[in-house]
């Protein structure tokens, strides 16, 4: 039995569908129900990282499990959460982690990500450590003023970065917990080609089949709006990176390609299958 944490979210939820088309037997755990009905012969659990005690009826009898950690993960122990799964029986985990983990490492806004990283390494079970770039799925953001007036404002409008569709990060998350010649090994995810902010825009317009104006936002007018919804630390970390992305964010890495066997997708593609939620 595979447990996937964060079974409602953007890799969550396909994660868990791909695992069950595939026959696996999947426990699902989210703090909240799920929205939508799970597929045939998975079982929900609701159960929060950050008490895990809570985690323990999801881990009973398990083999493999998938950790993503929401937020800052500052609220969590990872040694605990790792000897509950392995109580359970689990003897391999895939982290979620994030590209930023290694190419900044002094960045604070990932600190506890790290010592998740950390922690894993030195468990029993044996580990695989996924490290995607920014989510295709961030422009979600978007969707309101796309709605509302057919605009999207962002920071650094021509500075491109390959952001990664959600759905090939569970599907290289669903093909390394099927296989264990993965263990011990730590993957970089991004997408096929760097893509900009006023790209973004032009490939949901596309999507659309209607324009959508990109207008060009300081970076202290961005700041100000992510920090509404977002940390100092995480938003100055963010804004560092679409700002003055070093070589090694920019550079598209062949690790997706070599685990599915195809390039991921494009941008362009995320945005037609999720342009329903822009109209």
Known sequence: MIVVTGATGNVGQPLVRILAAAGEQVTAVSRRP??????????????????????????????????LIAGSGEDLNPGAILDAAKSGGVHRIVLLSSQ?????????????????????????????ILRPSGFASNAFQWIDPVRSQRTIAAPFGDIRLPVIDPTDIAEAAAAVL????????????????????????????????????FVEQSR?????????????????????????PSAAEQRVSPTVERILGRAPRTFADWAVRNIDAFR
């Open 100 to 128: 930023i983990t290694g190419s900044r490492p002094e960045a604070a806004s990932h600190a506890r990500l790290r010592a998740f990283e950390d922690t894993v390494r030195q468990s029993d079970p044996a580990w695989t």
């Open 178 to 213: 099927r296989d264990g010649d993965h263990a011990g090994r730590t993957y970089e995810l991004t997408g096929p080609e760097p893509v900009s902010p006023r790209e973004q825009a032009q490939a949901i317009g596309g999507a659309l089949g209607t324009p959508v104006r």
């Open 34 to 67: 799920p929205d939508v009905d799970a597929p045939e012969g998975v079982r929900h659990r609701q159960a929060d990282l950050a008490d895990p005690e809570s985690l323990r009826p999801a881990f009973d009898g398990a083999d493999a499990l998938f950790l």
């Open 220 to 244: 202290a007018e961005a700041r100000a709006q992510m920090l509404r919804f977002m940390p100092e630390p995480v938003v100055d970390g963010t804004l560092d990176i679409l700002g003055e």
